[in-house]
């Protein structure tokens, strides 16, 4: 017996020492799968963060253009009515039906904007879309009213 359980303990080692390797060869090539999915894992998050960087440029400037294109066109729209009015002006006293019909039309042209009126130095609105003037709407207690009649800034 005492043989055998010599045989038995001596072949355990080297069982044993086996065993040892393979757990340790797994854990290793377990290790190895797990950094490479880590590894996968965080340049698909660069990968994400850099597509949506390209995006959120790409929609700011298509932002930037698109509003850049409706301030120009509401400030030649705004340019137009002025100077139609100075040449009104220059000639005599306004003529209301076709200076109404003139801003209409300037404004149908820049859909973007929500309205486009035409004031008196005092500030009450005569000329431009939904204007009753027998109503007498003012703008003269606007902030935008009295910093530009302060400082009249040519257009």
Same mark, same amino acid.
């Given at each position: 017996?005492?043989?055998?359980?010599?045989?038995?303990?001596?072949?355990?080692?080297?069982?044993?020492?086996?065993?040892?390797?393979?757990?340790?060869?797994?854990?290793?090539?377990?290790?190895?799968?797990?950094?490479?999915?880590?590894?996968?894992?965080?340049?698909?998050?660069?990968?994400?963060?850099?597509?949506?960087?390209?995006?959120?440029?790409?929609?700011?400037?298509?932002?930037?253009?698109?509003?850049?294109? @409706? !301030?120009?066109?509401?400030? +030649?729209?705004?340019? /137009?009515?002025?100077?139609? =009015?100075? *040449?009104?002006?220059?000639?005599?006293?306004?003529?209301?039906?076709?200076?109404?019909?003139?801003?209409?039309?300037?404004?149908?042209?820049?859909?973007?904007?929500?309205?486009?009126?035409?004031?008196?130095?005092?500030?009450? @609105? !005569?000329?431009?879309?939904? +204007?009753?003037?027998? /109503?007498?709407?003012?703008? =003269?207690? *606007?902030?935008?009213?009295?910093?530009?009649?302060?400082?009249?800034?040519?257009?």
């Amino acid at each position: 017996m005492g043989e055998s359980t010599l045989k038995t303990s001596s072949l355990m080692g080297p069982i044993r020492l086996f065993l040892v390797r393979v757990v340790a060869a797994l854990l290793l090539i377990n290790l190895f799968v797990a950094g490479l999915a880590g590894f996968h894992l965080y340049r698909s998050r660069q990968e994400q963060e850099n597509k949506i960087a390209t995006q959120t440029q790409n929609l700011a400037q298509s932002l930037s253009l698109t509003l850049s294109g @409706i !301030l120009d066109k509401s400030s +030649v729209g705004l340019f /137009a009515v002025k100077t139609e =009015a100075e *040449r009104q002006l220059h000639r005599g006293p306004i003529d209301h039906t076709s200076f109404q019909a003139y801003v209409l039309a300037v404004r149908e042209q820049v859909p973007e904007l929500d309205g486009l009126r035409v004031t008196d130095a005092q500030g009450t @609105i !005569l000329y431009g879309d939904h +204007v009753v003037p027998e /109503a007498r709407v003012s703008f =003269a207690d *606007r902030d935008v009213f009295i910093k530009s009649k302060g400082n009249p800034a040519p257009v």
